[in-house]
């Protein structure tokens, strides 16, 4: 079978799995050969445990269809580094819309493969940067990515990476806290996804991977509305810094339901009950920017 028909395949398992009907978004999906940043045969198809302690189950396979499931692909089963399940990132991009034209910025990139897909979603006038911290995967994500004139990739730290202006940023690593950096960054009508997790317990020793929560964040004007689009079990790229914010994002998912989200607020401001999760440069809170309806708490 063709790695056309494959794709096909693979966009109608999104559209079953997760309800997604945007086109672009499942023709995206169909059009990118995924053999093509996941290594050569044998593959390992991952199935993590549900919450990631006890590492994940590996199934070989030389069959290239097996490839187009909705299933992750192990790059590195050794340090817990997948090519995630393309429904899960599927809904992260369904919820960003990236638009033709726009300027993209991609946080984890990897191999490639998602960058790919947001390169489709931007077309020919369209800009894609991506950056990884871990230079080989990025020198393979080089060569898999040629035929994307619009991308460039980058070995960069992401999270000091400044990647100038952009409307669009998805972010394929788990992280405490989002950088400020990534906030004055945003367009006018920027959008960013960020799964926002704290370490997992390991049963065997350490663990790269983390949990938590995936949000959107959209700049309206001088405001910002953010909300819970759902989970993550994902590569972590949070450090032994990190610790304090991992605890403050503890607290917070101990507290109130991530649902209650609304809107971040980057105003200096003392800590109240409309406030999810405050931190010194932002705040993840219960209440609704005035620009989408009068000011609600919830709890």
């Known amino acids: ?85 393309p429904g899960t990132v599927a809904v992260w991009l369904d919820a960003l819309a990236p638009q033709c034209g726009e300027r993209a910025f991609h946080v984890g990139c990897a191999t490639g493969y998602y960058t790919a897909i947001l390169s489709q979603l931007v077309g020919r006038t369209g800009v894609v940067v991506g950056v990884d911290v871990d230079e080989k995967l990025v020198r393979i994500a080089e060569k898999a990515l040629a035929e994307h004139r619009n991308v460039m990739v980058e070995a960069a730290d992401g999270l000091r990476f400044d990647p100038g202006t952009f409307d669009v940023a998805l972010v394929s690593a788990g992280l405490a806290e989002i ?52 989970g993550a079990i994902i590569f972590t790229a949070a450090g032994e810094e990190a610790r304090d914010a991992q605890r403050r994002l503890m607290k917070s998912l101990e507290r109130a339901s991530p649902r209650e989200v609304r809107s971040l607020r980057r105003d200096a401001h003392l800590p109240s009950e409309a406030c999810w999760l405050h931190n010194n440069s932002y705040c993840l809170s219960r209440a609704q920017i005035p620009s989408l309806g009068s000011v609600t708490v919830s709890g």
């Open 1 to 85: 079978m063709s790695s056309w028909r494959n794709g096909k395949a693979l966009a109608a398992a999104i559209s079953r799995d997760t309800a997604i009907v945007d086109q672009r978004l499942l023709q995206a999906f169909a059009s990118v050969p995924r053999e093509r940043f996941v290594g050569s045969p044998p593959w390992l198809i991952a199935r993590p445990s549900y919450d990631g302690s006890s590492g994940a189950t590996y199934e070989e396979t030389n069959d290239l269809k097996a490839l187009y499931g909705n299933v992750s692909i192990a790059l590195d089963s050794g340090r817990q580094l997948y090519n995630g399940a």
């Open 179 to 230: 950088p400020a950096l990534w906030l004055s960054r945003m367009s006018s009508r920027g959008r960013f996804t960020i799964p926002l997790t704290v370490p997992l317990p390991s049963r065997g020793g350490q663990t790269n991977l983390s949990k938590g929560i995936v949000f959107l964040v959209e700049r309206i004007g001088a405001q910002y509305s953010a909300r819970m689009i759902g």
